[in-house]
C-alpha cells in the first residue's frame, strides 16, 4: 500500500483552506457510506498486461505525472507536437488562466495562437501516415447481420462530401449545426464535416423529445438541422423526422427559422415515401451529398475557436450549453484515450456510449480517431435480439477493448451468465466503464463473466464539462479496487475539500474540486458566462467544483459518491431535477413539484416525484400516467418518473423553502432517519406523505 500512498501524496495537492459554503443539497449525500474498498482487496493487471502496457508501473506512472503538474506547459507542448498544427501556438501562451473568482473573471486557454483543425488530425493526419486502408469504422445495425465499414479514406470522402454540401449551403466557420441522429456513421462523419469547416457543431440525443431539441435549437439557432427519417432500437420503430419536424415548427414560433434539414434516408427502419415531408425545408441526404466532391480544404482553425456545443443538465431548469473549443480537446481527448485504454494500433475498440452525449464525442468519435484506432459504432439496443447481443458483436469483431456503463452491467448481470458465457470474449483485454459510481458487486461481475478474471477495469471518471478522463486507472500502472476510479490522470489536480472549501489530506470524504485547469476543459456555458462562474468557480473560489462527492482511502483510491447538487443520474444520464419539476408543473393539474434521486436496481438512480394538484383535483391512476406522459414529451423517455408520489402538502421551512432532505429520507422509505421537523412550517404534512407513500 505505500507504493499507493506515495502515488496519493503525489497526487494530492496542499493548497491553503478557503472559507466557503456548501450547497444545500450536499449534506445528506456525503453523510453517506462509500463502497468500502478494505473488503475488496486489490486486483492487480497481470503481468503480461503490465509487461506490454504503455505505463507498466507505478514509479513511471509517478514520474510522469509529476512532470505534468510541475511543467504543465513542457508537458502538453511535447505531446501536442505529435499532431499536425498548420501555425504553431506562442510557446509563452500554452497555458493561460485564471480560475479565482477572486481575481478577475475565470479564463481558461491552451495552446493560444496555435491553428490547427481536429477533422484533420483524426481523418487526413491517418490517411497521410498510411493508414488510409486501414478500417476507421465498423457499423453494426439494429439487426443482427446487418453491417457496414468504413476506410480512413473513405471516411475521408464521407467527410468532404457532406463538407462541401454544407459549404455550398452557407454554413461557414463559427456557424451552428444541430446533429439529430441515432449512431449510424452517419453520426460522427457529421461532427467531422462540421469540424472540417469550423462550424460548431451540438449533437442532440436523439431520445430527447421535440420540446427538448426545440430549446437547444432556440438557443443555439443552427443554420442547418442534420437527422434521419426513423431509426429501429431493438422492436420499436422511432420517426426522428416526426420530432425533429414538431421542434422544428416551434423554433419557428420562437423567431429561429432553421432553413435546411438534411434527412437521411435510414432504409432499413423507413422508406422515404412513408416519410412526411416539407419541401423547400427538408432535404434528402442522399439526394445531395453524394454529388459533392471527395476533397475538401480544411479550415484552419484558432486553438481556441470553438469546436461543439453539449448541452447538459444543471440544478435549474435550463440546460446548460458546454462549450468546447478545439486545440485542447484534441490534444487531452487523444491522450487520455490511448492511456486510459492502454491503447494500441490492433485494437478494435467499441463504446457504447451514443454520440448525443459527452462520451460518445470523446470516445467514440475524436479520442480514438485520432489515435487512428478502429472503432465500432453500433446502432441498436444492447440487449436485442438478446442479453448476450453486446458479446455476440464482441465475437463478430474482435473487439479488444470495451467500455460501457454500470446500468448496463447490472441490466445484463441480471439476465444471468448464460448470455455471456455461450460467447468466447477471448478478444477483450480491457474494459471500461463511466457515467455513474460502479457498485463492487457490478465491478466483479464485469470482471470475473465478462473478462474472465483477465481484463482490467478502467473506471473513468469525468463530465461533459472536463471534455476528457480526470481520475482513471492506467490499467498496467497499479492494481485496482472495484468501485474506485483510483487515481487523476496526468495534469489533474484532484481535492477534496470540506463544507469550508478546506483542503483535506489522506483519507477523507468531501466535496471533489480541481485545482488548475487541464487542456480538456470546457471554456465557458455558451450564451451565459455568469452561470459558469457561479456554478463552478464561486462555490469553493479557486477551484473548479465537480458538484460531485468523493470519499479517499488510506492508499490514495478516489471513489465517487455521488451528485452533491440537484442533479441526479439514471442509468448514466445526467438529469436536473429542475428540469423533470420544470415539465411537471407544467401540467394544468400540477401545482407543484419536488423530485428526487431514489437508488435504483439497474438503473443507479431512479426518478421519485412528489406532487401537489391544483385545488379541487383528484388523484388517480390516469392523471399519474400524464403527468408521466408529460416528461417525456418535454424530455423524453429516459427522464420519466419512476414513481409519482401524490402530496396534499410539501414539507418547507417558514420561509417557504421544500426541505429535500426529508423527501429523500421519505422516497427512500428512511423514515427513522427523518431528523428535526421541528422546523417545518407544517410538520403534519410530513406524517400525510408517509400515510400516502404507497397508495
Ligand atoms: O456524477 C458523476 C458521474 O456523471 C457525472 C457527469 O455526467 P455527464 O456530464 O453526463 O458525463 C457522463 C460521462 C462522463 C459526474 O458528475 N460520473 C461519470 N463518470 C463516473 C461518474 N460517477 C462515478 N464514477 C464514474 N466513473
Not at 480560475?99 to 484533420?120: A, H, M, Q, R, S
Not at 475521408?156 to 441515432?182: E, H, T
Not at 455461450?422 to 457515467?435: A, C, F, I, M, Q
Not at 420544470?582 to 438512480?605: F, N
Request: net charge negative.
Amino acid at each position: 500500500a505505500s507504493d499507493h500512498a506515495a502515488v496519493a501524496a503525489a497526487a494530492s495537492g496542499n493548497g491553503k483552506p478557503r472559507a466557503r459554503r456548501p450547497s444545500a443539497a450536499a449534506a445528506a449525500v456525503l453523510g453517506e457510506p462509500v463502497a468500502a474498498s478494505d473488503d475488496h482487496g486489490l486486483v492487480h493487471p497481470s503481468a503480461d498486461f503490465a509487461s506490454q502496457a504503455l505505463v507498466s508501473s507505478t514509479q513511471q506512472y509517478q514520474e510522469m505525472y509529476r512532470r505534468s503538474i510541475d511543467d504543465p506547459a513542457g508537458f502538453w507542448s511535447e505531446i501536442a507536437e505529435t499532431f499536425y498544427w498548420k501555425h504553431k501556438w506562442n510557446p509563452d501562451e500554452v497555458c493561460t488562466e485564471n480560475l479565482d473568482v477572486t481575481k478577475g473573471p475565470i479564463k481558461i486557454e491552451w495552446f493560444k495562437g496555435g491553428k490547427t483543425n481536429i477533422c484533420y488530425n483524426a481523418v487526413d493526419r491517418n490517411v497521410e501516415a498510411g493508414d488510409g486502408e486501414k478500417i476507421a469504422m465498423y457499423w453494426e445495425g439494429n439487426e443482427p447481420g446487418q453491417d457496414a465499414k468504413l476506410t480512413y479514406s473513405e471516411l475521408l470522402n464521407k467527410v468532404c462530401q457532406l463538407a462541401n454540401y454544407l459549404k455550398s449551403v452557407g454554413v461557414g466557420k463559427g456557424d451552428a449545426v444541430v446533429i439529430y441522429l441515432p449512431m449510424l456513421m452517419e453520426l460522427p462523419i457529421a461532427m467531422l464535416a462540421c469540424a472540417r469547416i469550423g462550424a460548431v457543431h451540438s449533437v442532440v440525443f436523439a431520445g430527447f423529445s421535440a420540446d427538448a431539441l426545440a430549446q437547444r435549437i432556440i438557443d443555439c439557432k443552427p443554420k442547418v438541422v442534420i437527422t434521419c427519417n426513423a431509426v429501429k432500437r431493438g422492436k420499436k420503430l422511432i420517426a426522428l423526422k416526426d420530432i425533429v419536424d414538431v421542434s422544428l415548427a416551434d423554433s419557428a414560433k420562437n423567431g429561429v427559422d432553421v432553413g435546411i434539414s438534411l434527412t437521411y434516408e435510414n432504409q432499413s427502419a423507413m422508406k422515404r415515401e412513408d416519410t412526411k415531408w416539407t419541401s423547400g425545408r427538408d432535404v434528402w441526404w442522399q439526394d445531395v451529398v453524394p454529388n459533392f466532391p471527395t476533397k475538401c480544404d480544411v479550415e484552419w482553425v484558432d486553438a481556441e475557436d470553438p469546436l461543439f456545443l453539449l448541452y447538459t443538465s444543471g440544478s435549474t431548469g435550463k440546460p446548460k450549453g458546454v462549450l468546447h473549443t478545439t486545440g485542447g480537446y484534441m490534444v487531452y481527448s487523444a491522450t487520455t484515450f490511448k492511456h486510459a485504454f492502454d491503447y494500441k494500433p490492433s485494437d478494435i475498440y467499441w463504446c457504447t456510449a451514443d454520440c448525443g452525449w459527452i462520451t460518445g464525442h470523446s470516445y467514440v468519435t475524436y479520442g480514438p480517431l485520432l489515435n487512428g484506432a478502429t472503432v465500432l459504432v453500433y446502432e441498436g439496443a444492447p440487449n436485442y435480439p438478446d442479453p448476450g447481443r453486446c458479446w455476440d458483436v464482441v465475437d463478430k469483431y474482435g473487439v479488444t477493448i470495451f467500455y460501457t456503463a454500470p446500468t448496463l452491467i447490472r441490466a445484463l448481470m441480471r439476465d444471468g451468465t448464460e448470455y455471456v458465457t455461450r460467447y468466447s470474449r477471448k478478444s477483450l483485454r480491457v474494459l471500461g466503464s463511466v457515467g455513474e459510481p460502479i457498485n463492487p458487486t457490478a465491478w466483479r461481475w464485469f470482471y470475473d463473466i465478462i473478462g474472465d478474471a483477465r481484463c482490467p477495469i478502467s473506471d473513468t471518471w469525468w463530465q461533459t464539462e472536463t471534455g476528457g478522463f480526470m481520475i482513471t486507472p492506467l490499467p498496467g500502472a497499479w492494481p485496482l479496487k472495484p468501485g474506485s476510479a483510483t487515481f487523476p490522470f496526468f495534469g489533474v489536480q484532484p481535492v477534496i475539500v470540506d463544507e469550508k472549501g478546506k483542503e483535506m489530506e489522506g483519507e477523507c470524504s468531501g466535496y471533489l474540486c480541481i485545482k488548475k485547469s487541464w487542456p480538456g476543459a470546457f471554456r465557458t456555458l455558451y450564451g451565459d458566462k455568469d452561470r459558469y462562474e457561479t456554478t463552478y468557480f464561486k462555490p469553493f473560489a479557486g477551484y473548479y467544483f465537480s458538484g460531485d462527492g468523493c470519499s479517499r482511502d488510506k492508499d490514495g483510491y478516489h471513489f465517487l459518491t455521488g451528485r452533491v447538487d440537484d442533479v441526479i443520474n439514471v442509468s448514466g444520464h445526467r438529469i436536473g431535477t429542475a428540469e423533470v419539476e420544470s415539465a411537471l408543473v407544467s401540467h394544468p393539474k400540477c401545482a407543484e413539484a419536488a423530485v428526487v434521486g431514489i437508488d435504483h436496481e439497474v438503473k443507479g438512480q431512479g426518478i421519485y416525484a412528489f406532487v401537489t394538484l391544483v385545488d379541487g383535483v383528484p388523484y388517480s391512476d390516469e392523471l399519474r400516467k400524464s403527468l408521466v406522459m408529460t416528461v417525456r414529451s418535454q424530455i423524453g423517455a429516459f427522464a420519466a418518473p419512476d414513481k409519482i408520489h401524490w402530496a396534499p402538502g410539501l414539507p418547507k421551512t417558514r420561509s417557504g423553502k421544500i426541505m429535500r432532505r426529508i423527501l429523500r429520507k421519505i422516497a427512500s422509505r428512511q423514515l427513522d432517519e427523518l431528523g428535526d421537523t421541528s422546523t417545518l412550517a407544517e410538520p403534519g404534512v410530513v406524517d400525510q406523505l408517509i400515510a400516502l407513500a404507497d397508495s
